[in-house]
């Protein structure tokens, strides 16, 4: 296998040695490509990241927060359940448990129904005085 491979590459470079002739030097426009690529690899690392998050994201409020009929003092501890949240068909269509990737194909604000819905690093502020988060949406 390994000659055979030699072989194959030997003959590549003399095809590449006679395209670029007398030049010294020769571009190649790869651009366009590498970006789809570290596109495609973008929406598959949040796809797996929005799948496969932490079990819940701990938050402490910094004023008073009215989530549905609930109303928290400042200083509450919440944990948000990531695992559900990450899953909801309402957030993320009917296909919430799948895998697809080409969800995040317009960016991660744009994959779902709420902007914030995305969060696999804790997304955004550290307490809760972005109520929307709310799966009620109040």
């Given at each position: 296998?390994?000659?055979?491979?030699?072989?194959?590459?030997?003959?590549?470079?003399?095809?590449?040695?006679?395209?670029?002739?007398s030049?010294?030097?020769?571009?190649?426009?790869?651009?366009?490509?590498?970006?789809?690529?570290?596109?495609?690899?973008?929406?598959?690392l949040?796809?797996?990241?929005?799948l496969?998050?932490?079990?819940?994201?701990?938050?402490?409020?910094?004023?008073?927060?009215k989530?549905?009929?609930?109303?928290?003092?400042?200083?509450?501890?919440?944990a948000?359940?990531?695992?559900?949240?990450?899953?909801?068909?309402?957030?993320w269509?009917?296909?919430?448990?799948?895998?697809?990737?080409?969800?995040f194909?317009?960016?991660?604000?744009?994959?779902?129904?709420?902007?914030?819905a995305?969060?696999?690093?804790?997304?955004?502020?550290?307490?809760?005085?972005?109520?929307?988060?709310?799966?009620?949406?109040?």
């Amino acid at each position: 296998m390994l000659p055979g491979f030699s072989t194959s590459c030997i003959e590549m470079v003399k095809k590449w040695e006679m395209l670029i002739g007398s030049k010294e030097s020769y571009e190649l426009d790869v651009w366009p490509e590498l970006q789809n690529l570290t596109a495609d690899v973008s929406m598959v690392l949040y796809e797996a990241l929005r799948l496969y998050s932490g079990v819940i994201l701990v938050r402490q409020t910094n004023k008073r927060v009215k989530l549905g009929n609930f109303s928290f003092a400042p200083g509450v501890q919440l944990a948000l359940p990531m695992l559900l949240i990450q899953r909801d068909p309402e957030l993320w269509g009917d296909d919430a448990d799948e895998f697809k990737p080409e969800r995040f194909s317009g960016g991660l604000s744009n994959a779902s129904k709420h902007q914030m819905a995305s969060l696999p690093f804790g997304g955004g502020a550290k307490d809760l005085s972005w109520p929307k988060l709310c799966i009620d949406g109040s």
